[in-house]
Each structure stands twice: as C-alpha cells, then as structure tokens.
C-alpha cells in the first residue's frame, strides 16, 4: 500500500477541508508566507514539522490540542506543538501562515 499526503490546507481551514480526521494518521506542517492551501503535496524545505497520532480522537483530536498549545489556550498536551513553539513565540502569527497536509 503507497500512502499519499492530501493536499495543503491552511491551518484554520483543516476541519473543513481535510478529509477523515476521526481516524488515526501522519501529518506534515509547513510554514508559507504565500497562500498555498490546495496545492498538492510536495517535499520541499519550509515543512517544519511531521506528527502522527493512533488516538481514539484520531487526527483532528491531535491537530485540536497542537492548536491549543500553538494559541495558548488549555484543553491537552502535545510534547511536540511545546518544542515547536519554542522557535515560533507568537501563535496567532504562525497560524496564520501554517498549512497542514494529511496521510
């Protein structure tokens, strides 16, 4: 079986338009200053970071709580959004240029 990641999504925009969320998977951020939600997925240099998750919750519980720990807010731990926003001080600015792709 080859695994495929979807298409870039804007970080707001991944509940709407990123595909079967309530299953486990991979997923891969990118930083862009240039709008590229819906452009396929390509290995370049600008992805910062890769997760994945077999929770119950399923991607979009993983991709909630790294959202509550980029906006600081409460509602789960993610080791990996703290490490992460040690390089990336102001959340609401990442999230705003952040776009995530899914396997």
């Not at 509550?68 to 040690?86: E, I, M, P, T, V």
Request: charged fraction near 25%; glycine fraction near 12%.
């Amino acid at each position: 079986m080859i695994l495929k990641f979807s298409s870039w999504s804007k970080w707001d925009d991944r509940n709407s338009q990123l595909n079967n969320l309530q299953y486990p998977g991979i997923y891969a951020l990118r930083i862009s200053k240039r709008n590229i939600g819906g452009q396929p997925f390509d290995w370049v240099k600008d992805i910062v970071y890769f997760g994945m998750t077999n929770s119950v919750a399923g991607l979009k519980g993983r991709l909630s709580q790294f959202n509550n720990k980029l906006r600081d807010k409460s509602g789960g731990g993610h080791g990996g959004a703290d490490r992460f926003r040690y390089d990336h001080k102001d959340g609401e600015v990442l999230a705003y240029i952040l776009y995530v792709a899914r396997v």
